[in-house]
């Protein structure tokens, strides 16, 4: 899964760190994502991962560092200064976050359809019709039967929903995606399907994707490069299969070994 990198990165990550009450959440993580690359992000429970994911997306305040973002115009633009109507703006059209539990990335009170529909509006569509039919299209290229549109997500399984919440995403052709355990709490199943609808979108869309889980599996099938975390600080960092099968660090160590025992 080799990727040629000769672009300029589409997000330079520069010693952002974050700390609660003298806990360091993120200390001094850094990093470079290529487009069309696929980061992923392991590590134990508390070691940071979902912190990173919203200090990223200007969730949360942070304490230090620098995030640097080349947007469609080729613009380099520092997310730590800009100013919040952009962020929110840039969030809507360039970038997506795909939430470890549906309920935080859909609006459960609105139909499928609508769901949809909104992130369309919120760039500026207008054409009702127009908006039907581009939902009705993302529907089915997450694999959710059209009749399922005028329904509610709190009548989808959980693996239709995260289903949903990518087509809510996607619909605005975002550059960059940011998921946190979106295969989480899913039956193994589910997951494998969810997987490979994953891969197949990553590689047609050419998205860049940083991708957290605790699943070594998850990683192994979609990350280009990957990034250890444990407590709060990057232990081992580099192509996913150099890191899985020559794992350095003691910790990756432990995690390899882990998945390996029967
Ligand atoms: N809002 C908060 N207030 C105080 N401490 C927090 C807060 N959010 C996170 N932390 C602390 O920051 C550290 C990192 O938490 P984070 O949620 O980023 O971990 P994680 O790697 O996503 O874990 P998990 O795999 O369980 O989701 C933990 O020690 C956590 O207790
Ligand atoms: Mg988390």
Redesign the pocket.
Known sequence: MLLVTEQAPLLTVDSLSKS??G?K??DRISFDLYPGQVLGII??????????L?GLAGH?PLDGGDITYRDRSGTLINLRTLPEPQRRKLMKTEWGFVQ?SPRDGLRMTVTAGANIGERLLDVGARHYGNIRTEALDWLSQVEIPDRRIDDFPTTFSGGMQQRLQLARILVTRPSLVLM??PTGGLDVSVQAKLLDLMRSLVRTLNLSVIL?T?DIGVVRLLAHRLMV?QN?QVVEAGLTDQVLDDPRHPYTQQLVNATLIP
């Open positions: 609660y009450a806990i959440a993120c590590g134990e429970s508390g070691s940071g991962k979902t912190t990173l919203n949360l470890q946190d355990e957290v605790h975390m709060g």
